[in-house]
């Protein structure tokens, strides 16, 4: 089994920064590849970037050039980098992460962009 906890998120100004974290517990060496989703409200939920443990990424044309997601390994961690905020970036943000052909969803942590 492996748990997934999140911390970040919260009220940030458009063109503003925030950092999200996802930290991984139980039978870690089982993951291979982790993603960041998010759900907007009154929309479907979005993928919007993936990781492979060997640090191959992928991101949704959306976030490309201000998002960045990165592993710390020693940590158990995966985070993401949420720069240039825009209000359409608001939504519900979920850690995910592939352990033995099954998925595994942290709890959640909302993201409003707002003047």
């Known amino acids: 089994q492996v748990q997934l906890v999140q911390s970040g998120g919260g009220l940030v100004q458009p063109g503003g920064s925030l950092r999200l974290s996802c930290a991984a517990s139980?039978?870690?060496?089982?993951?291979?590849?982790m993603a960041w989703y998010r759900q907007a409200p009154g929309k479907q939920r979005e993928l919007v970037v993936t990781?492979?443990?060997?640090?191959?990424?992928n991101y949704v044309d959306s976030v490309k050039g201000r998002f960045t997601i990165s592993r710390d390994n020693a940590k158990n961690t995966v985070y993401l980098q949420m720069n240039s905020l825009k209000p359409e970036d608001t939504a519900v943000y979920y850690c995910?992460?592939?352990?033995?052909?099954?998925?595994?969803w942290g709890q959640g942590t909302l993201v409003t962009v707002s003047s």
């Open positions: 139980g039978s870690i060496f089982s993951i291979n590849g």
């Open positions: 995910n992460a592939n352990w033995r052909g099954l998925e595994v």
């Open positions: 990781i492979t443990s060997g640090g191959y990424t």
